[in-house]
């Protein structure tokens, strides 16, 4: 039955066209937090070529936790140049903002380029996330696009044992 139910939710991310702090707190029946692991700007000529952005582009990793458990590490790249529109004045100054919470605003549409299993290490080469038990982990990439370019590149490991325990957790507390 675990394995079934570890399916169908892998599936239910890998489908998912919206939100995933949405998604996963309505698995979790329970609020998201995200924690910034790390914030900086690289220089990476690979997806400023890739997606007519400058070279210099910020690399944002997060880990979604619900009640102090790891949920999904994430990857956001993104020309700040590109996105300096969306942003609010506040934020201008550290670039700390909700991604999500910028995209409420405007009219966009997320691109999947790959759902599938990956090793462990696959975001290393981005931030080394110290909550991996497993060799393997769920992994979604995309594309948030707006007019036609994209503005932004993300990547989400999912921890779905954390996940799966947390949903199993919120139903056994409702029977």
Known sequence: MKRYLKNVV??????????????????????????????????CHDYATRYAWSDSITLRATTLQVNGTDVSNNIVLYDPQKISNFRTPSSVKNYSFPIGR???????????????????????????FNNLTMSEYPVKEYQIVYNGDVYFY????????????????????EG
């Open 10 to 43: 892998c599936d239910v991310l890998f489908r998912n066209t919206g939100s995933t702090t949405t998604l996963l707190e309505a698995l979790t029946n329970d609020h998201v937090d995200v924690e910034i692991v790390k914030e900086e700007i690289i220089k």
């Open 102 to 128: 910028l995209l409420e605003s405007v009219e966009n549409r997320r691109v999947v380029t790959s759902s599938t299993t990956k090793k462990s290490n696959y975001l290393d080469n981005f931030c080394r």
């Open 154 to 173: 993300i990547i989400e490991q999912y921890l779905i044992d954390n996940i799966l325990r947390l949903l199993n957790n919120s139903y056994k507390d």
